[in-house]
């Protein structure tokens, strides 16, 4: 399954790519195959705790859309999930479609968390004297 749908020999993943293919290796965990040194290898490219957590985020929602769908589906056979929930209609958004403010604007939770942004190692701003000590 999971292997005809993706490749498996791939060098780096962007974390969009990994947030997919992690998705696609719960679906097939819940359908009762196993991938976990795939999975293993796809959270550990992630270079944050941030995207390494939305990865497993993703594969966790993999695995509990997949029950739900079979659970629902009158068949429940598993190609039919497969295919609805990761081979399903591509939907491609321009970047300037993409919502960037506003009403329109995705929501703060879903931002990157500044605290996880390392400082420039070459800043000294953290040791000098404040604005206000200066004449």
């Known amino acids: 399954m999971y292997e ?3 490749d498996t020999d791939w060098d780096g993943l962007d974390r969009d790519e990994a947030m997919s293919r992690a998705f696609a290796i719960g679906v097939a965990a819940s359908l009762g195959h196993d991938y976990t040194e795939e999975y293993e290898l796809i959270v550990a490219e992630m270079d944050t705790s941030y995207n390494r957590s939305i990865v497993e985020l993703a594969f966790e929602e993999g695995k509990n859309k997949a ?3 079979q659970y629902e589906s009158d068949n429940g ?3 039919t999930v497969w295919s609805e929930l990761v ?3 591509t939907v491609t958004v321009e970047r300037e479609e993409v919502p960037t403010g ?3 604007r995705l929501p703060a939770a879903l931002d990157k ?3 996880l942004d390392q400082p ?4 000294r701003s953290r040791v000098s ?3 206000f000590l200066e004449k």
């Open 113 to 115: 968390a500044k605290i």
């Open 77 to 79: 056979d598993e190609e």
């Open 102 to 104: 506003g009403q329109n």
């Open 87 to 89: 081979e399903g209609e």
């Open 120 to 123: 420039d190692l070459d800043s």
């Open 129 to 131: 004297k404040p604005d």
């Open 67 to 69: 029950k739900k769908k």
């Open 4 to 6: 005809q749908t993706y």
